[in-house]
């Protein structure tokens, strides 16, 4: 059992879970997900795994959040309930359109009535960009040594245990990670192709466009843009960021009508600041969700282009240890010692 399900009774009990929930638990949160399967990959890479909950661990913490007194709202109306707080709130949100959002989230959601939202990255779905952490994924899980050129030069690295492929894949991915979306497509096609890998293969966990109008028909779907290219766009010229976030949300428009919400891919201090946020709010999106970990403050209502959001991990997925650390903001307030939000800056 962990330290987090033995002091969760106790500091429920107490009364002192409440008191840190009041003073540093804010008005509510917006939770951030990705996959969500009914099963775990254990096969996969740390990476990988990071990305994916359990269907089943999605229902229980929706469950438990609405006997706690949540209540569930679209993100379309974030904005007005940041700015005449009445009720704790919550937005449920998945980042990239995999495909099970389709056949897991949605009858969960139906089930409890939940709305959620599902941000795209329009050059994924399209089939025109490789989703590079699977292609990477992909690659590194290949037997034998890996042929990469890094740094202009032919180098070869060592790839068959478990531990050679965790820090394969590591290393790789930072590489991409600070790379505009042009050249770390290239090299990426450059490192798959020399190694047998079709890196277009990685759209195929995504959602077709036929799906997601299917799904977009369901009054608790709301889709919001995630760039083209899930581009990390402060590697991007100020011109390439513009057109990431205008021409996402564009074809959005053009498939579903309407697109007034991002989520900026990746999405920490250090890949979205005030010049993305900007950039957000002049490419006319309404709300832009980053991945900051808080929970939702009034003053938020004055950054709803900088809203930071909870996940809950794959590895990290106790109800009771999500409700200890995020939901009640103990977490936030050990890191920002005792500061009651988090305002981006």
Same mark, same amino acid.
């Given at each position: 059992?962990?330290?987090?399900?033995?002091?969760?009774?106790?500091?429920?009990?107490?009364?002192?879970?409440?008191?840190?929930?009041?003073?540093?638990?804010?008005?509510?949160?917006?939770?951030?997900?990705?996959?969500?399967?009914?099963?775990?990959?254990?096969?996969?890479?740390?990476?990988?795994?990071?990305?994916?909950?359990?269907?089943?661990?999605?229902?229980?913490?929706?469950?438990?959040?609405?006997?706690?007194?949540?209540?569930?709202?679209?993100?379309?109306?974030?904005?007005?309930?940041?700015?005449?707080?009445?009720?704790?709130?919550?937005?449920?949100?998945?980042?990239?359109?995999?495909?099970?959002?389709?056949?897991?989230?949605?009858?969960?959601?139906?089930?409890?009535?939940?709305?959620?939202?599902?941000?795209?990255?329009?050059?994924?779905?399209?089939?025109?960009?490789?989703?590079?952490?699977?292609?990477?994924?992909?690659?590194?899980?290949?037997?034998?040594?890996?042929?990469?050129?890094?740094?202009?030069?032919?180098?070869?690295?060592?790839? =068959?245990?478990?531990?050679? +492929? *965790?820090? #394969?894949? $590591?290393? !790789? @991915?930072?590489? /991409?990670? %600070?790379?505009?979306?042009?050249?770390?497509?290239?090299?990426?096609?450059?490192?798959?192709?020399?190694?047998?890998?079709?890196?277009?293969?990685?759209?195929?966990?995504?959602?077709?466009?036929?799906?997601?109008?299917?799904?977009?028909?369901?009054?608790?779907?709301?889709?919001?843009?995630?760039?083209? =290219?899930?581009?990390?766009? +402060? *590697?991007? #010229?100020? $011109?390439? !960021? @513009?057109?990431? /976030?205008? %021409?996402?949300?564009?074809?959005?428009?053009?498939?579903?009508?309407?697109?007034?919400?991002?989520?900026?891919?990746?999405?920490?201090?250090?890949?979205?600041?005030?010049?993305?946020?900007?950039?957000?709010?002049?490419?006319?999106?309404?709300?832009?969700?980053?991945?900051?970990?808080?929970?939702?403050?009034?003053?938020?209502?004055?950054?709803?282009?900088?809203?930071?959001? !909870?996940?809950?991990?794959?590895?990290?997925?106790?109800?009771?240890?999500?409700?200890?650390?995020?939901?009640?903001?103990?977490?936030?307030?050990?890191?920002?010692?005792?500061?009651?939000?988090?305002?981006?800056?």
């Amino acid at each position: 059992m962990s330290i987090d399900s033995l002091l969760y009774p106790v500091l429920q009990r107490t009364g002192l879970l409440g008191l840190c929930r009041r003073r540093f638990g804010g008005m509510g949160c917006i939770l951030g997900f990705h996959d969500i399967v009914p099963r775990l990959h254990e096969e996969y890479l740390h990476p990988l795994r990071c990305l994916e909950n359990r269907a089943e661990s999605l229902a229980a913490l929706l469950r438990h959040m609405q006997n706690d007194g949540y209540t569930f709202i679209p993100v379309d109306a974030l904005p007005a309930a940041l700015h005449a707080p009445s009720e704790r709130i919550a937005c449920l949100t998945f980042d990239d359109g995999y495909r099970s959002m389709a056949d897991q989230v949605l009858p969960i959601c139906q089930a409890l009535k939940v709305p959620f939202t599902v941000y795209l990255p329009t050059g994924i779905i399209d089939r025109k960009v490789p989703a590079w952490w699977i292609a990477l994924h992909e690659l590194v899980l290949r037997e034998g040594p890996l042929r990469v050129e890094l740094d202009g030069d032919e180098q070869t690295l060592p790839n =068959s245990s478990r531990a050679e +492929k *965790e820090a #394969s894949y $590591a290393r !790789l @991915a930072h590489c /991409l990670m %600070h790379l505009p979306h042009a050249r770390r497509s290239a090299i990426l096609t450059n490192w798959c192709a020399a190694n047998g890998v079709d890196a277009m293969r990685s759209c195929d966990s995504f959602m077709t466009w036929e799906q997601i109008r299917q799904l977009n028909q369901d009054p608790l779907v709301t889709f919001g843009a995630h760039t083209v =290219s899930h581009a990390n766009l +402060k *590697e991007e #010229s100020t $011109a390439e !960021l @513009a057109a990431e /976030l205008a %021409h996402s949300r564009e074809r959005m428009v053009a498939e579903l009508g309407a697109c007034d919400h991002l989520a900026y891919p990746y999405g920490g201090p250090g890949e979205a600041g005030p010049r993305e946020f900007a950039a957000a709010a002049d490419a006319g999106f309404v709300t832009a969700v980053t991945t900051r970990w808080s929970p939702l403050f009034p003053p938020h209502r004055d950054t709803l282009h900088a809203l930071p959001r !909870l996940w809950l991990m794959s590895g990290d997925e106790g109800i009771e240890r999500f409700t200890l650390r995020q939901l009640s903001g103990l977490s936030l307030a050990l890191r920002q010692r005792g500061r009651r939000h988090h305002l981006s800056d």
